[in-house]
């Protein structure tokens, strides 16, 4: 998902077109000292810090989650009151948090990004980013269960993009091309568990061309402690592209094959492999969501 820099006008029309409210504006919503509720749903990983990478007590839950949060005058910091609810040890907790205050920077003014220590009893290392525009939350904690065992937990909304301009590697029989530019990115749906990959910005190098876009739906989705794997061959995509020769948008129909993709939501890392135009592709690197 390519981020959008945006003015705070233009933000303060988009916040507050999209974010539900207590209260009633007479303003227009341009009054930003107000607190508005947002109702949100999010799905939850949870491991055990006992166990290692490979631990499989994950938690698919989607829990309400509610968020009272004020924006500053100048839109350069959110103040919020998350309540935060997730299944520990097989128990359903509940954690309410007061606050939290996040900032955003002039590249990415619809971004809002926080972490604290503050002392809430059985949570810590609360981080993590709300994009108001776009509606994407991704927070994560330390949490103890009523049984004293230590959890981590990864939050996202049910349906949530990654993006990533990270290195691509495409390996022909006779050729191998590094690719620096394209970015990757997987749109999440768990209650479908698919999963939709997009490729942007990728070069052909037996037929001079770089799409702009090649999409691919249908991708099966499985959730893992710490994020998601992504697999799935004979994958139809359609490629938009666009020759050296001409700036004319044309369409191509694509397949994707063996399609193998760990999205890793807890160190910000992807790792994907698949076989696309005659080539074996690696996508590697760090993402942001």
């Known amino acids: 998902m390519m981020r959008k820099i945006i003015s705070a006008v233009a933000l303060t029309a988009l916040v507050f077109s999209t974010v539900s409210c207590n209260d009633n504006d007479n303003d227009n919503g ?14 939850n990983h949870v491991y055990d810090t006992r166990n290692d990478d490979s631990a499989t007590a994950a938690s698919a839950s989607i829990n309400d989650q509610k968020i009272v ?17 997730t299944t520990l040890g097989g128990i359903p907790q509940q954690f309410s948090w007061t606050g939290v205050n996040a900032s955003n920077s002039e590249e990415k003014a619809n971004i809002y990004t926080f ?14 980013q709300i994009d108001l525009i776009d509606q994407n939350i991704y927070w994560s904690y330390t949490a103890t269960s009523p049984q004293k065992i230590v959890y981590r937990v990864i939050s ?24 620096q530019l394209p970015m990757s990115s997987f749109a999440i749906n768990p209650s479908k568990m698919t999963a939709t990959f997009t490729i942007s910005r990728y070069t052909d190098v037996k037929i001079p061309r770089t799409y702009m876009s090649i999409v691919a739906g249908n991708a099966t989705l499985a959730i893992t402690p710490k994020g998601y794997r992504i697999t799935g061959t004979g994958l139809a995509a359609v490629g938009t592209y666009v020759t050296s020769a001409s700036t ?8 994707i094959d063996n399609l193998d993709a760990t999205i890793d939501l807890e160190n910000n890392s992807i790792h994907a492999t698949f076989n696309m135009l005659g080539a074996k592709v690696t996508v590697s690197g760090t993402i942001s969501i």
């Open 156 to 179: 996202t909304l049910p349906t949530i993009s990654t993006s990533t301009s990270t290195v691509t590697t495409s390996v022909w029989s006779d050729t191998t091309a590094t690719h």
């Open 115 to 128: 972490a604290t220590d503050a002392p809430v009893s059985g949570l810590s290392n609360f981080t993590g």
């Open 248 to 255: 004319k948008y044309q369409t191509a129909k694509i397949t």
């Open 69 to 85: 949060y004020r924006l500053s005058t100048d839109m350069s910091k959110l103040s919020f009151n998350p309540t935060i609810e």
């Open 30 to 43: 341009l009054d930003r000292t107000k607190e508005r509720t947002w109702n949100v749903q999010l799905l």
